[in-house]
């Protein structure tokens, strides 16, 4: 996949985006109604609505 990968920037709305564990979002308020994808070792968290990337956890 070649994409652009930092807070602010957007995804394609025809990647597929995946649920987070039900743990995630209580360990973290600020995710709760994102969701993520797996790019390289990197788990990419996603405002669904917007596409819009949130957060980039480094693996």
């Given at each position: 996949m070649?994409?652009?990968v930092g807070v602010g920037s957007a995804?394609?709305?025809s990647v597929?985006?995946?649920s987070l564990?039900?743990?995630m979002p209580n360990?973290?308020?600020a995710y709760w109604?994102?969701?993520y994808i797996l790019l390289r070792d990197d788990?990419?968290?996603i405002v669904a609505d917007t596409c819009?990337?949130?957060d980039v956890i480094r693996g």
């Open positions: 070649n994409l652009s995804v394609r709305r597929t985006l995946h564990p039900p743990a360990l973290a308020s109604s994102d969701r788990i990419v968290t819009a990337i949130t």
